[in-house]
């Protein structure tokens, strides 16, 4: 929601939200950026080895979140920046305690469950409040990248139990979770279901549902997929986030200088 002078709903005073409006194109880039973070995990890891794709992923998202720490709005480049970031190593965390520690994903999936739901109920009991329209930095803003992490490495282990464990596939799991997603949108709609909470759903799903579907697009024809190969998909979805950014960036440009 936005006010009628520009401002976010839900920022006190004169101080403005440091995430963006949550909006169909705030869905369609969240949902390119898992993804993007999906398919460039993966040959990432091919590429430089699972040691090096890591670390260096650990170093760039550090970077992106200080920078998003250090801006004093919403900054489209630098936010997108860390949430593309936040992906590639989400991804990653999942797949490292799947490949390298054996750990199950189901187990995984419970455990990154778990995390969240500690991190929301100490979002919640310390600032009343886990409405992302109120994030404009200080605690809010650190809970708000806590969760934000856990949702992905929690959507990542989820995407890969139905599609590799459970041996469905890439595309029956990317089209399960499509159908999943409309839930807390068609919930919002017709119902009094909170829309924070309808928010946090669709915001877990949109891990599973980009990735599955890039995964699709990326992995062998051995693999259910369309073999395109991931170093592709990845610069393909990396060219349509970068474009998207670019125009959000011109857009809050012109709302600020209006």
Known sequence: MTRGDG??????GSAWSKVPEVTAV????????????ETTSDYLARVLGPVPAVGSAGLLLAAALFAQA????YVPVVYWAAVVMVSVFG????????????VPYAVSATAFAAALALVFGLWRRTEGTLAVEAVAGGRREVFYWCAVMATFALGTALGDLTAATLGW????????FAALIAL????HRFSR?????????????????????????????ERGGLDLGTGPVSLVLAVLIVAAVLWLQGTERAASRA
């Open 7 to 12: 401002r976010r709903a839900g920022v006190s």
């Open 26 to 37: 705030f869905w369609a880039v969240k949902v390119l950026t898992t993804g993007m973070g």
């Open 70 to 73: 250090r801006a004093r709005r």
């Open 91 to 102: 991804t990653m965390a999942a797949d490292v305690a799947h490949v390298a520690l054996g």
């Open 169 to 176: 596939g890439y595309l029956p799991s990317g089209l399960l």
């Open 184 to 187: 807390p949108a068609s919930a």
């Open 193 to 221: 279901l909170s829309p924070v909470l309808t928010f946090w759903w669709a915001y877990v799903l949109t891990r599973p549902l980009g990735a599955c579907f890039a995964d699709w697009a990326g992995v062998s024809h």
